[in-house]
């Protein structure tokens, strides 16, 4: 169990340094926007990773928040996106 939560932290945390040089590299806002959601996306799965390891529920909350979060979000953005075409 140690090894795989140890695995499973060291590939989190290299997804969240990569989304991290696409936010701030990013040659366009969009691609931006969209590693920001990738990155709320990287944030849920480790903290559901820990409740899962710790069978701690408590932070379910917090997931439902990210959930919501991460998709109204995109929504938004997708709708600004669409607006700004001609």
């Known amino acids: 169990?140690?090894?795989a939560a140890i695995a499973v932290?060291?590939?989190l945390t290299a997804a969240g340094a990569l989304t991290l040089i696409r936010i701030v590299r990013g040659p366009s806002t969009l691609d931006r926007i969209v590693a920001t959601e990738v990155l709320l996306a990287i944030t849920a799965?480790?903290?559901a990773a820990e409740a899962a390891f710790t069978r701690d529920p408590t932070s379910l909350p917090v997931l439902v928040v990210l959930a919501i979060l991460g998709f109204t979000g995109s929504?938004?953005?997708s709708r600004f996106i669409t607006r700004e075409k001609p």
């Open 9 to 11: 932290a060291a590939l």
């Open 45 to 47: 799965s480790a903290i």
């Open 75 to 77: 929504v938004a953005v």
């Open 1 to 3: 169990m140690t090894v």
